[in-house]
């Protein structure tokens, strides 16, 4: 059983970064990677990284500003957001799967969730 601890939300301004982080406590899962939901709307997957092969995957909206990464050693891994913008504003999960479903930045491709963590541009 996998257990995920989130940090690093918070309020910035329009056009500034921010650094999330998602810590896999247990065994180590294949995959992971970040969904934001907004109230009113579906859980939609932003970001998703492979831990075999380190292939990312991204939302088209977020392509270009958003980057993930892991650190294999600490099973954490990071969402870097910059050039943040107010429809950027969300309640940012962490998620991970200890196999691969498919579609990737599918909502129902894992079954391990973080507690959430609120990112707020203005």
């Known amino acids: 059983h996998v257990q995920l601890v989130e940090s690093g939300g918070g309020s910035v301004q329009e056009g500034g970064s921010l650094r999330l982080s998602c810590a896999a406590v247990?065994?180590?899962?294949?995959?992971m990677g970040w969904f934001r939901q907004v109230p009113g709307r579906e859980r939609e997957g932003v970001a998703v990284?492979?831990?075999?092969?380190?292939?990312?995957y991204y939302a088209d909206s977020v392509k270009g500003r958003f980057t993930i990464s892991q650190d294999n050693s600490e099973k954490t891994v990071y969402l870097q957001i910059n050039s943040l913008k107010p429809e950027d504003t969300a309640m940012y999960y962490c998620?991970?799967?200890?196999?691969?479903?498919?579609?990737?930045?599918?909502?129902?491709?894992?079954?391990?969730w973080g507690q959430g963590t609120q990112v707020t541009v203005s």
């Open positions: 247990g065994p180590t899962p294949n995959c």
């Open positions: 990284i492979l831990f075999n092969d380190q292939n990312t």
């Open positions: 998620a991970a799967e200890n196999g691969i479903s498919w579609p990737i930045l599918s909502r129902a491709s894992y079954h391990y």
